[in-house]
């Protein structure tokens, strides 16, 4: 069982740019001892997610980030923003209940951003509930790919790409090993988290590998820097993962995958609120099924292919439990969504001799979602039912040219693609589809004249849709209640517009940067690595929200009968301006590790100077690890430290700066009676600070004790 994280030298190679697809899933885990005899042989993290091959992500013309199974153990993670939070760009906002966190990457949020899980697309979008509902202990590996990423994904790519790789059993079983049992429970103070889980690798004939994991969850109420709590916040939930790959042989592999998860919560029917009022019972369902068919022959350099098809159904049924909301006690609210999607893509590799290799990676994209809501009344308000179909085709290049022109020394990787996109949008809501297409393109240059240095710069054309709510929303969005504002105060509701006549969101990126790194730095073995870009976006159409509510007394008599009702509706913002900076950087040896994160964000509508997107402060996350191999164990220190948040348009939207310090350890024996036995202890927000983020009414948790044990038994 390692807990150092090891890396792995590769036969990779600029010259003939061959695929490393092997050394992406499945490197297998070295002890603790071994990480550090093999310190020789480490490579920087490899990326699929980029470019869709794999590449190194240092020598990638831009900023993407991968996080291993080890990272997400020492964190304790039981939430996606414990796995993704610390990565520059990075936000999870909305508060600290699991079902409201949603991520923003470089001040895009929601639709703007892709995510993904082993290909499958989660396009469950909600105003006041999360993206994507997953549970840490099914993840094997996560990737952030930051910037215009159309060209590959299509609508969404805005912001950037995440994507959750599963459990795989070829990366936990070893040679000579046919399974593994892997018990894990633990628990969290600031929400009364306690958890279980059990993983299950095998192989039980030859060439198949088998995967499967239950994990149960139970916490309450939130116990935030403040001294108070997050009332309201209770979740039980039960998520499963069932895998299958067998390789046929030759080169075929087939795969099917099923990953469910279910809570059933008890909080507000605005997840994010900062409030415990207006509570309901919330029925959370998704399920996943995934069929999926690869084609990988080293001999065959013309077809490397992958292919998958699936299904994901998601649904969420609210039962108020209060007179509080916009409806009555007992009333029961349901929203579903299903998605069908497709994938298809093809590598073909050409070699050019010893100074230029050339991969083309080429496919196409298909997918529908259907949503439906309904209430007590018939259709729910702001769940309007409507459907989307997307195709896509793309093609990109990666040429890798050493010693270019001749002239230049080292070597220059030049990634140029395009995408095409048809989509369309229909709903009873509105007389009309709403039909359009898009082109993507996209081009990216790394030039690496040694072996520490490279330069990039990519220019990159996104766009996004708008999706079925911001076209067909409609009903109440809020009301408050009569009496409010003493006897004889009416009723103000606030009513959803829908704006069919919706423009897709375009933007256009450049970004430029430079990365150093450098072996034997201070002792043999050890790494130094950085890696730093600035980026602008221009964007038209940016699609905004405008919540327009008369103020009481002042704006409208709240003792008129409709006098003081609002409404809510979609917009497109005709210019935008988005900018910023991001660094990560490293150092590694056998007794030590140093990791550091920073980010910077600011946007604005050009033609009126307003703040736009989903800003952040300036951010500073540090992470320092002590190694201690002749205690199979370690123990590091984090920092969060954020600058005070002034890029607003309200004075109620400003923050002020926090820095917030975690410690962890973990102890894993490699030998003895207790091998296989692993021991995390961690304490998150050491010092009690009490803080909140960005466009969030609630606090984040206070100081949190957290404690972890497993046991991999392995035959």
Same mark, same amino acid.
């Given at each position: 069982? #390692?807990?150092?994280?090891?890396?792995?030298?590769?036969?990779?190679?600029?010259?003939?740019?061959?695929?490393?697809?092997?050394?992406?899933?499945?490197?297998?885990?070295?002890?603790?001892?071994?990480?550090?005899?093999?310190?020789?042989?480490?490579?920087?993290?490899?990326?699929?997610?980029?470019?869709?091959?794999?590449?190194?992500?240092?020598?990638?013309?831009?900023?993407?980030?991968?996080?291993? /199974?080890?990272?997400?153990?020492?964190?304790?993670?039981?939430?996606?923003? &414990?796995?993704?939070?610390?990565?520059?760009?990075?936000?999870?906002?909305?508060?600290?209940?699991?079902?409201?966190?949603?991520?923003?990457?470089?001040?895009? $949020?929601?639709?703007?951003?892709?995510?993904?899980?082993?290909?499958?697309?989660?396009?469950?979008?909600?105003?006041?509930?999360?993206?994507?509902?997953?549970?840490?202990?099914?993840?094997?590996?996560?990737?952030?790919?930051?910037?215009?990423?159309? $060209?590959?994904?299509?609508?969404?790519?805005?912001?950037?790409?995440?994507?959750?790789?599963?459990?795989? #059993?070829?990366?936990?079983? %070893?040679?000579? @090993?046919?399974?593994?049992?892997?018990?894990?429970?633990?628990?969290?103070?600031?929400?009364?988290?306690?958890?279980?889980?059990?993983?299950?690798?095998?192989?039980?004939?030859?060439?198949?590998?088998?995967?499967?994991?239950?994990? /149960? /969850?139970?916490?309450?109420?939130?116990?935030?820097?403040?001294?108070? @709590?997050?009332?309201?916040?209770? &979740?039980?939930?039960?998520?499963?993962? *069932?895998?299958?790959?067998?390789?046929?042989?030759?080169?075929?592999?087939?795969?099917?995958?099923? =990953?469910?998860?279910?809570?059933?919560? %008890?909080?507000?029917?605005?997840?994010?609120?900062?409030?415990?009022? &207006?509570?309901?019972?919330?029925?959370?369902?998704?399920?996943?099924?995934?069929?999926?068919?690869?084609?990988?022959?080293?001999?065959?350099?013309?077809?490397?292919?992958?292919?998958?098809?699936?299904?994901?159904?998601?649904?969420?049924?609210?039962?108020?439990?209060?007179?509080?909301? #916009?409806?009555?006690?007992?009333?029961?609210?349901?929203?579903?969504?299903?998605?069908?999607? !497709?994938?298809?893509?093809?590598?073909?590799?050409?070699?050019?001799?010893?100074?230029?290799?050339?991969?083309?990676?080429?496919?196409?994209?298909?997918?529908?979602?259907?949503?439906?809501?309904?209430?007590?009344?018939?259709?729910?308000?702001?769940?309007?039912?409507?459907?989307?179909?997307?195709?896509?085709?793309?093609?990109?290049?990666? =040429?890798?040219?050493?010693?270019?022109?001749?002239?230049?020394?080292?070597?220059?990787?030049?990634?140029?693609?395009?995408?095409?996109?048809?989509?369309?949008?229909?709903?009873?809501?509105?007389?009309?589809?709403?039909?359009?297409?898009?082109?993507?393109?996209?081009?990216?240059?790394?030039?690496?004249?040694?072996?520490?240095?490279?330069?990039? *710069?990519?220019?990159?054309?996104?766009?996004?849709?708008?999706?079925?709510?911001?076209?067909?929303?409609?009903?109440?969005? !809020?009301?408050?209640?009569?009496?409010?504002?003493?006897?004889?105060? %009416?009723?103000?509701?606030?009513?959803?517009?829908? +704006?069919?006549?919706?423009?897709?969101?375009?933007?256009?990126?450049?970004?430029?940067?430079?990365?150093?790194?450098?072996?034997?730095?201070?002792?043999?073995?050890?790494?130094? %690595?950085?890696?730093?870009?600035?980026?602008?976006?221009?964007?038209? +159409?940016?699609?905004?929200?405008?919540?327009?509510?008369?103020?009481?007394?002042?704006?409208?008599?709240?003792?008129?009968?409709?006098?003081?009702?609002?409404?809510?509706?979609?917009?497109?913002?005709?210019?935008?301006? =988005?900018?910023?900076?991001?660094?990560?950087?490293?150092?590694?040896?056998?007794?030590?590790? !140093?990791?550091?994160?920073?980010?910077?964000?600011?946007?604005?509508?050009?033609?009126?100077?307003?703040?736009?997107?989903?800003?952040?402060?300036?951010?500073?996350?540090?992470?320092?690890?002590?190694?201690?191999?002749?205690?199979?164990? =370690?123990?590091?220190? /984090?920092?969060?430290?954020? &600058?005070?948040?002034?890029?607003?348009?309200?004075?109620? @939207?400003?923050?002020?700066?926090?820095?917030?310090?975690?410690?962890?350890?973990?102890?894993?024996?490699?030998?003895?009676?207790?091998?296989?036995?692993?021991?995390?202890?961690?304490?998150?927000?050491?010092?009690?600070?009490?803080? *909140?983020?960005?466009?969030?009414?609630?606090? @984040?948790?206070?100081?949190?004790?957290?404690?972890?044990?497993?046991?991999?038994?392995?035959?």
């Amino acid at each position: 069982m #390692a807990i150092f994280g090891a890396t792995y030298k590769t036969a990779y190679c600029r010259k003939t740019y061959v695929s490393m697809l092997a050394l992406a899933v499945a490197v297998p885990a070295l002890s603790t001892v071994a990480a550090a005899e093999e310190a020789d042989k480490r490579i920087a993290p490899i990326s699929v997610t980029a470019t869709r091959s794999p590449i190194e992500a240092f020598e990638f013309p831009g900023m993407v980030t991968v996080i291993d /199974r080890d990272e997400i153990e020492r964190r304790q993670a039981s939430t996606p923003a &414990d796995i993704l939070g610390h990565v520059p760009g990075v936000e999870f906002t909305s508060g600290p209940r699991r079902t409201g966190m949603t991520p923003s990457v470089r001040g895009f $949020s929601g639709s703007d951003v892709v995510i993904l899980i082993d290909g499958v697309r989660q396009n469950f979008g909600s105003a006041h509930d999360g993206r994507f509902f997953l549970d840490p202990s099914v993840v094997e590996q996560a990737e952030v790919l930051r910037g215009g990423a159309s $060209s590959l994904y299509g609508s969404g790519g805005t912001g950037g790409v995440i994507e959750f790789r599963t459990l795989d #059993a070829r990366k936990h079983l %070893q040679a000579g @090993e046919s399974a593994q049992l892997e018990a894990k429970t633990g628990y969290h103070t600031a929400n009364r988290e306690w958890h279980v889980t059990t993983n299950a690798f095998a192989t039980p004939i030859e060439g198949l590998g088998v995967v499967g994991s239950l994990t /149960r /969850r139970s916490s309450g109420s939130i116990r935030l820097g403040n001294g108070g @709590e997050l009332g309201a916040s209770d &979740d039980d939930l039960l998520s499963g993962l *069932a895998k299958l790959n067998y390789d046929l042989g030759g080169g075929h592999e087939l795969s099917a995958t099923y =990953l469910g998860f279910t809570n059933d919560a %008890q909080e507000p029917n605005n997840g994010q609120s900062g409030t415990a009022n &207006d509570i309901v019972d919330k029925e959370i369902q998704s399920d996943t099924y995934r069929l999926g068919y690869n084609f990988k022959d080293p001999s065959n350099a013309l077809i490397d292919l992958d292919a998958v098809v699936y299904f994901q159904e998601f649904s969420a049924d609210e039962l108020r439990l209060d007179n509080n909301g #916009a409806g009555p006690a007992g009333e029961l609210l349901k929203r579903d969504v299903e998605t069908f999607g !497709f994938r298809l893509d093809n590598r073909s590799r050409f070699d050019f001799g010893d100074a230029l290799g050339l991969t083309l990676t080429y496919g196409a994209e298909g997918y529908r979602d259907e949503q439906d809501g309904a209430s007590a009344s018939g259709n729910r308000d702001g769940v309007p039912d409507a459907d989307t179909e997307f195709y896509g085709i793309y093609a990109q290049a990666e =040429l890798a040219w050493n010693n270019p022109f001749g002239v230049l020394p080292g070597d220059l990787l030049v990634i140029p693609g395009v995408r095409y996109d048809d989509y369309k949008a229909s709903s009873a809501l509105a007389a009309t589809d709403t039909e359009d297409d898009s082109f993507s393109p996209k081009v990216g240059v790394s030039y690496l004249p040694n072996d520490w240095l490279v330069v990039f *710069a990519n220019y990159a054309e996104a766009f996004r849709a708008p999706d079925i709510n911001e076209l067909y929303l409609s009903g109440v969005h !809020f009301a408050i209640p009569a009496g409010s504002f003493g006897p004889g105060s %009416q009723q103000a509701t606030n009513r959803f517009i829908a +704006n069919p006549d919706l423009k897709p969101q375009t933007t256009e990126t450049f970004e430029f940067g430079a990365g150093l790194t450098f072996d034997d730095v201070a002792m043999e073995g050890d790494r130094f %690595q950085v890696k730093a870009s600035h980026y602008r976006t221009d964007g038209e +159409n940016f699609i905004d929200l405008e919540v327009t509510q008369p103020a009481f007394f002042t704006e409208c008599n709240p003792f008129i009968p409709g006098n003081c009702d609002g409404t809510t509706r979609n917009f497109n913002v005709a210019d935008a301006e =988005l900018d910023g900076t991001e660094v990560e950087a490293s150092y590694d040896n056998e007794r030590v590790r !140093f990791v550091l994160g920073y980010s910077e964000v600011d946007g604005e509508n050009t033609q009126t100077g307003a703040k736009l997107g989903v800003l952040t402060p300036d951010q500073l996350h540090l992470d320092s690890m002590l190694k201690l191999p002749e205690f199979d164990s =370690l123990a590091g220190w /984090r920092i969060e430290a954020a &600058d005070e948040f002034d890029k607003v348009n309200a004075a109620n @939207e400003r923050r002020d700066s926090y820095v917030v310090h975690d410690i962890y350890a973990a102890w894993a024996p490699t030998s003895g009676a207790l091998e296989g036995v692993r021991l995390d202890l961690g304490i998150d927000n050491v010092f009690d600070k009490a803080y *909140a983020r960005a466009f969030t009414d609630a606090n @984040e948790p206070g100081r949190d004790y957290k404690i972890a044990v497993s046991y991999a038994f392995t035959w």
